[in-house]
C-alpha cells in the first residue's frame, strides 16, 4: 500500500521536538527531548507509533498515603490508575490517545455507575490507541461499559433503543454538522448523511445484547467484569436497510456499514487532527488522512502520521495555541517536576479544574480547547501547581535575576514561555530584590525561585503547548 | 438503570456530584456528604482544601455579573429573612444530646444504656423562659444550655421520616430533598430559590464547604459553594515573604495582546480569577472568626464565622448550608467522641449567634441544626460502648425568633413506646420543620417547594 505522507519541516529545532512530546504525550524532560531529538523528528514521530511492549512502566509504583492503589472501590483510585501511566509509561502516545479515544467515545461512570467496567473499556482504548479503529469499533460497541452507558443492554427486538446507533453515527464515526463538507473540501457529503431511517434500523440491528445484572454483582472476576452475554431471542432478526445496504443485519454488520460509509474517514480524519492542532487541517492533510486511513484498511497510525509530520503540528512554536487540557496539564506536570503518584489529592484537584478521568460531562465528551478556562478553572490550574511544587524547590543560593529564572525553567523541564513572559519573570525576580533585599536570605532565595516555577507552570502560558 | 445500593454504586454518584463544578444543573443525586471507603472529607477540611467560588446554575455568570448584583444588594439595606441549615454528617444520638431525666423515661434510659448512659445530676439543665425539668443537656453541650436558657432555641427531640430507613445515604437525601425520593433533582432550598430567588446571584444561595450541599440543588436560579473568601486567593505554600508581589506578577503575565484564542482563553481566565481574588481579597478587612465571642479555632469555627461575616456584607444571601466537619457516626466509643463534637459544635453556635447579634443581623436569621437520623435507644459494648442507627434524630432551630421550648411530641423510650426493632415511633415528620421555617419564617407558600406540603402541619417554631 501506498501511504502519502507531509514532508517533514526540514531543520527540525528542539522546540520541534518539546511540540512533539507535549502534544503527542504529556510533555518530555530535557533528557527525553534530547533522546528523541537524536533520532531525527522523522524517526521521532514513528518511534511515538510502535509502542514498546515490554518495560512499558518506568519509575515506582504508584501508591496513596503509602499504600497501593485498589482503583476499583477506592474514590479517586481509578484516576490516579491512569495518571500513573501517563505519567510512566514510555508509550505516550498511546497514553494521550488513550485520553483522546476516552473523549470521542465519552463514556461516563456518573451512568455506568460501574468501575471494573470503566477500567476495562480503558484498557480497550489503551490497546487500539494506535491501532485498528474498525477494531476498536467492533469492540466498543459491546463493550460493558458501553452498553450500559447508552442502553445498548436494554435495547430489544420489541423495542429497539436509537441511543447508541444515534451516538455512534452522530459523535462516534459519522458526524451531522453540515459546515464538515466544506472544513473538509468535499470529502465528508451531506448528501451521503445518515437518516432517522438509518439509526432505527440499526438500533434493530444491535438487538441481542444483554446485561447480567446477578453475575455483575456476584459473578466471578471475569462476571462482574464483563457480565454481558448475547442471546438471539432479543434480537431483531428481520431485514433493515442502512445506508442503502439490505440484509439481516446484526451488530457486527453495523460496524462494518459505518466504516464503509464515504463519510466515516473524513469526519474520524477531521475528528483526529483537531486533537492535536487546533486549526483546521489544510485540503493536504484532509486527502493523505483518508487516503492513508482507507488504504490500510482502517489503521489509525497512517492517519497520526500524517498529523505528527505536518507543518501545521509546528506552526506555531513561539505562540502555542492549544490548550492543556486539565488532565494532561496535571500528568505532565508531575512528569516536569520529577514526581510519581503518592497521593490521592490528584482527584479532586482535577475535579475542581473542571476534567475528571472517567467522567466526561456527557457523551460528546469534554468541550476541549478555551472551554477548559474560566476564572474558576484557572484559580484550580494554580491550586494543582501548588500541589505539584509543594517540597519540591530548595536553596538555590544566591543568583542574579537572569540565573534564577534560567534555573527555575530548567528545573521544570523548560515549559514555553514567550519572550514578553521571561521578561516579566526576569523583572518579578528583580522586584523581589527590591522589595525584601538588598540581600536575600535562605527563604527568600527559595520563595523566590519557587514562585517563577509557579509563574512559569500555571502563568497563562504555561497553561498553553 | 437499575442501581442497587451497593457501595460501588454510592462512590460513584457522589463522584458524579464531585465533577460538576460550575456545571448545568440539575444535579441529580443528593449524595454529597458522607463516609465511606476512602472518601476523605474531613482530611479535605483539615488541611483547608476546599473547592472554592463554584456557581452553580442553568447558564455560567460572570463574576462580573455577579459583584454587580451583589453591589446592588449591598447598596440597599437588606430586611429578608434568612434560613442558615447545619448538618451533622453520620446520624447524632439524640438520646445523649438532650437526655431524659425524669419518670419512665429516666428509668428506661438508664436500664438501656448501661455503657453510655449519662448520670442526670451530671448534665446541664435546662432554664430560662422555657425551662423544663423533664430534660438535661449533655455535659459537653454548654453552648446549647447557653442558646436555651436565653429564649433562643426550639428543640424537636424526635424528628424523622417514616418507616425510618436508617440508611445514612437515603436518609440524607431524603432531608436534602424535602420529600422521600432518594434521587432527587433538586433540594428543598433549591427549590426555594428556584420559586422566590434571582437568576442572576449565586450568593443568594451558598454551601459553606467544599462542594454543594444536596439541600442547595437548584434547577434554574444559580446558586454558589463559597466556603472562605481564603479559597478565592492565590497563594503558594510556604510563599509568605511577598505573596503580593506574586500575585502581582501572574497577573502582569496576562496583560498583552494575545497572539491566538487560546492564548487570549488564558490570559483572560487567569486575569479574571486574580481580579476575584483581589476584589473578594479587599473585602476582608476585619479579622475571621472575631475575637471575643466565643470561636474556636477550627475550620468550622472558621467557616461559621465567614458566613456571619458574609451575611453581614449585604451580598442577598437568603439561604446557606454548613455541614459540621467532623462525623457522628458512633457506633463505638460515644461519649468520648460526642463529648467532643457537642463541646465544638455547641460553642461555634452560640459564638454565632452572639456574631450575627453583634452584627445586627440577629433578626433576620434562622439556624437549623440537624442530623439524618437518632441512634438505636439500646446501646451497645463496642469500644466502651456506642449506638447503631435508630430512629428519630434530634433537630434545633436557633435564633432570636426561634419559639423557645421544646417542639413536637416525645414518644417515650420505655420498651411499649418502641417499634419491633427497639426504635422510637416518630411522631415527627422532618417535613414538619420545613413547612414551620417556609411559611412562618421566610413567608413564602409551603407547597409550592414540598410535595404534598398540606400534610406536613407546620411546627410551633417560630415566635
Known amino acids: ?465 | 438503570m437499575n442501581h442497587c445500593g451497593c457501595n460501588d454504586w454510592q462512590v460513584t454518584q457522589r463522584r458524579a456530584l464531585l465533577r460538576r463544578q460550575g456545571q448545568v444543573v440539575p444535579i441529580p443525586r443528593a449524595v454529597l456528604e458522607g463516609e465511606s471507603a476512602g472518601m476523605c472529607r474531613r482530611d479535605f477540611l483539615r488541611n483547608g482544601a476546599i473547592a472554592f467560588l463554584t456557581v452553580y446554575g442553568a447558564q455560567m455568570v460572570s463574576w462580573n455579573r455577579i459583584w454587580e448584583v451583589a453591589a446592588a444588594q449591598a447598596a440597599t439595606p437588606a430586611t429578608d429573612p434568612i434560613i442558615v441549615s447545619i448538618f451533622l454528617d453520620g446520624g447524632n444520638d439524640g438520646l445523649n444530646t438532650l437526655v431524659p431525666i425524669t419518670g419512665s423515661d429516666a428509668a428506661a434510659y438508664a436500664a438501656k444504656r448501661p455503657n453510655i448512659g449519662l448520670q442526670p445530676q451530671s448534665c446541664l439543665p435546662l432554664a430560662g423562659p422555657a425551662a423544663t425539668p423533664d430534660w438535661a443537656w449533655n455535659p459537653a453541650a454548654t453552648g446549647f444550655q447557653q442558646l436555651y436558657d436565653a429564649g433562643k432555641m426550639a428543640v424537636i427531640p424526635a424528628v424523622d421520616y417514616m418507616p425510618p430507613d436508617l440508611s445514612h445515604f437515603h436518609s440524607r437525601a431524603f432531608w436534602q430533598a424535602g420529600e422521600l425520593d432518594p434521587d432527587p433533582d433538586t433540594g428543598w432550598l433549591g427549590r426555594w430559590v428556584d420559586q422566590n430567588g434571582a437568576a442572576d446571584n449565586p450568593l443568594q444561595a451558598v454551601s459553606a464547604g467544599w462542594s454543594l450541599d444536596g439541600s442547595l440543588k437548584s434547577a434554574g436560579n444559580p446558586v454558589a459553594v463559597l466556603s472562605s473568601v481564603d479559597d478565592a486567593q492565590f497563594t503558594m505554600d510556604t510563599v509568605w515573604q511577598d505573596p503580593q508581589l506574586m500575585v502581582n506578577a501572574l497577573s502582569g503575565l496576562t496583560q498583552r495582546s494575545a497572539a491566538n484564542a487560546a492564548m487570549a482563553a488564558a490570559d483572560q481566565s487567569i486575569g479574571g480569577a486574580v481580579n476575584v481574588a483581589n476584589r473578594l481579597g479587599s473585602l476582608t478587612q476585619p479579622t475571621l472568626p472575631p475575637s471575643g465571642l466565643g470561636y474556636g479555632t477550627t475550620d468550622f469555627d472558621r467557616r461559621m464565622a465567614n458566613l456571619a461575616w458574609m451575611l453581614d456584607s449585604n451580598l442577598g444571601m437568603r439561604v446557606a448550608c454548613i455541614s459540621f466537619d467532623d462525623g457522628w457516626d458512633f457506633h463505638d466509643d460515644q461519649v468520648n467522641r460526642q463529648a467532643q463534637n457537642l463541646t465544638r459544635l455547641s460553642t461555634t453556635l452560640a459564638a454565632f449567634q452572639a456574631d450575627l447579634e453583634s452584627r445586627g443581623l440577629a433578626d433576620r436569621v434562622i439556624t437549623l441544626v440537624w442530623s439524618e437520623f437518632g441512634r438505636r435507644v439500646e446501646d451497645n459494648s463496642s469500644g466502651g460502648g456506642g449506638t447503631d442507627h435508630g430512629a428519630g434524630g434530634l433537630a434545633m432551630v436557633v435564633g432570636t425568633h426561634a419559639k423557645a421550648g421544646l417542639a413536637g411530641e416525645f414518644p417515650g423510650i420505655a420498651d411499649s413506646d418502641l417499634d419491633q426493632w427497639g426504635n422510637l415511633k416518630v411522631p415527627t415528620d422532618y417535613r414538619q420543620i420545613y413547612t414551620a421555617l417556609l411559611a412562618n419564617w421566610m413567608g413564602t407558600d409551603p407547597a409550592a417547594v414540598i410535595p404534598n406540603a398540606g400534610s406536613f402541619t407546620p411546627l410551633d417554631l417560630v415566635a
Open chain 1, 1 to 465: 500500500m501506498a501511504y502519502s505522507y507531509p514532508k517533514l519541516p526540514s531543520s527540525p529545532t528542539r522546540a520541534h521536538f518539546q511540540r512533539l512530546l507535549w502534544r503527542a504525550g504529556f510533555s518530555g524532560s530535557t533528557d527525553q527531548v534530547t533522546h528523541y531529538e537524536n533520532m531525527g523528528l522523522g524517526h521521532a514521530v514513528d518511534r511515538l507509533l510502535t509502542p514498546y511492549t515490554t518495560k512499558v512502566l518506568v519509575g515506582p509504583a504508584p501508591t496513596d498515603g503509602g499504600a497501593k492503589l485498589d482503583p476499583i472501590n477506592h474514590w479517586g483510585h481509578d484516576c490516579l490508575w491512569w495518571l500513573d501511566r501517563m505519567v510512566r509509561s514510555r508509550n505516550q502516545l498511546v497514553e494521550r490517545m488513550t485520553l483522546n479515544l476516552h473523549d470521542l467515545f465519552a463514556t461516563s461512570n456518573d451512568g455506568v455507575g460501574n468501575t471494573r467496567h470503566m477500567l476495562r473499556q480503558n484498557r480497550l482504548l489503551r490497546k487500539h490507541a494506535v491501532g485498528n479503529f474498525a477494531d476498536l469499533l467492533s469492540q466498543i460497541t459491546v463493550d460493558p461499559a458501553m452498553l450500559l452507558w447508552l442502553n445498548g443492554a436494554e435495547s430489544d427486538r420489541w423495542e429497539p433503543n436509537e441511543n447508541y446507533a444515534r451516538e455512534v453515527m452522530e459523535l462516534f464515526c459519522l458526524g451531522n454538522d453540515p459546515n464538515l463538507e466544506s472544513l473538509t473540501f468535499g470529502m465528508w457529503t451531506n448528501a451521503a448523511m445518515y437518516t432517522q431511517t438509518d439509526i432505527h434500523e440499526a438500533a434493530r440491528s444491535l438487538t441481542g445484547w444483554r446485561y447480567d445484572w446477578n453475575k455483575a454483582a456476584n459473578g466471578t472476576v471475569a462476571e462482574r467484569e464483563n457480565p454481558t452475554y448475547y442471546d438471539a431471542s432479543y434480537h431483531d432478526g428481520g431485514t433493515k436497510t442502512i445506508f442503502g445496504h439490505t440484509g439481516r443485519w446484526d451488530w457486527s454488520d453495523v460496524c462494518r456499514l459505518i466504516v464503509a460509509h464515504p463519510n466515516h474517514a473524513p469526519y474520524l480524519a477531521y475528528s483526529l487532527w483537531s486533537y492535536f492542532v487546533p486549526t483546521p487541517p489544510p485540503p493536504g492533510a484532509m486527502r493523505e488522512m483518508v487516503g492513508n486511513y482507507r488504504a490500510s484498511g482502517h489503521e489509525l497510525a497512517p492517519v497520526l502520521r500524517v498529523i505528527l509530520r505536518h507543518p501545521d503540528f509546528y506552526a506555531t512554536l513561539d505562540a502555542p495555541d492549544l490548550v492543556k487540557p486539565p488532565i494532561v496539564y496535571v500528568a505532565a506536570g508531575l512528569r516536569m517536576t520529577g514526581r510519581y503518584i503518592t497521593t490521592n489529592d490528584w482527584s479532586w484537584l482535577l475535579d475542581n479544574m473542571g476534567q475528571v478521568p472517567f467522567y466526561p460531562p456527557n457523551v460528546s465528551g469534554w468541550k476541549q480547547g478555551p472551554a477548559f478556562l474560566n476564572t474558576n478553572t484557572a484559580h484550580a490550574y494554580w491550586q494543582t501547581t501548588d500541589y505539584l511544587l509543594y517540597q519540591t524547590v530548595r536553596d538555590p543560593g544566591t543568583q542574579t535575576p537572569g540565573q534564577a529564572v534560567k534555573a527555575a525553567l530548567a528545573a521544570v523541564s523548560h515549559p514555553w514561555v514567550s519572550d514578553d513572559t521571561h521578561a516579566k519573570l526576569v523583572a518579578y525576580a528583580g522586584d523581589y530584590v527590591s522589595r525584601n533585599g538588598p540581600t536575600l536570605d535562605s527563604h527568600d532565595r527559595t520563595e523566590r525561585q519557587k514562585v517563577i516555577r509557579a509563574l512559569a507552570m500555571a502563568g497563562p502560558d504555561g497553561l498553553l503547548h
